[in-house]
């Protein structure tokens, strides 16, 4: 059975998520995986320098709550570990747990500094045989994931097993993007990076969630939750169940499915009752279209193709926004942004429609068009 554990966490008040974590963890029996000595990697969401009242990251109360709970058994060494968009440098980690919380916390877990990585191999690739790891999640003895629950303008969710994609190192991701421009194929990229990564429990920060134009630009959702399990593709799909979804419209979780990672019979819910919300989450202004439900089925791949040339969800810039910072450009795997003039230019040939450029933006300047010409 996969057992996905729920719980009513109705704010971010620190003895509020402790009783949770501490209910989740009861529910998965992850005291009996703890040894001495033990190296403990936390893997939260830190996409980018965000409060955490903006809904992006991780909250600090949950990986404090986890830290104290490990601590209360006796594990000391416990580190916190991401590789936020844009470079993985030692100034950009800084900014990072400054603005998100974490560096008021150090003192309950290390907060990673070391910008190595290794090459660990993966063994179900069917794409990819391999992948560079960053060195705390490469080397951990235990690894517990902890995600932000968001919509995404690429993959629709981002949960479990999207916040792996943090494990790839800086700007080794947008080459991903730029290898995997369809949806079937990165969302299977995404489902070996987590065969990779194999966290032991990932943990769901629902409380404050995003909808809308997540990952970064989205407006926040409170749904009063935390999620845990040790199957993170089950409990995606639960999660996205919870946020009014339908879990098989999002090709990360319909393929985990036929792969047969987890299976809709054997997902056991423990914890709380709670019901899909009567509106569902906003999805993101880029979200495909589902007009093939329409199509007869021989016509579907054909049509799927047009659709994708003539009303493929470009990037706009809204100008009066932009400030010239560069960091669309910096995270565009094909580069084709350029900042002229102090704002900047988004040409439509060579765009791949990651999103990337939106999700890193710090000031919302990007929006999304439906491109009825074809694309070249
Ligand atoms: S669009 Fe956003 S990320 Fe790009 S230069 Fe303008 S402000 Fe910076
Ligand atoms: S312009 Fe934006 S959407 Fe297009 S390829 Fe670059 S990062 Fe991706």
Redo the contacts with the bound molecule.
Sequence with gaps: MSLVSIRKTVDYRQETVDAAIARHFEALGVEKDLRPGMKVTLKPNLLTARRPEQAVTTHPSVLLAVAKWLRDRGIEDITVADSPGGPYVTAALKTVYSVSGLKALEGHFKLNFDTGFKEIRCPEGFQNRSFNIINPLAQADYIINIAKLKTHSMTTLSAGIKNLFGAIPGLQKPEFHYKYPELRDFSNMLLEIAATVKPDITVIDAVEAMEGNGPNGGDMRYMGLTLASRNVYAQDYVAARLMGLDPESIAMLKIALEKGLFSTGEIELAGDTVQPPETPFKLPDSATLDFMSFVPKIFREPARRMMANFLRPLPK?EYD?????????ESCPPHIIK?TGG??VFPTAGCISCFC?QE????H??KVKRNLRRVK
């Design positions: 810039l926004k932009c400030i010239g910072c560069g960091k669309c450009a900042i704002r900047a450029c890193m933006c710090p000031v300047a990007i």
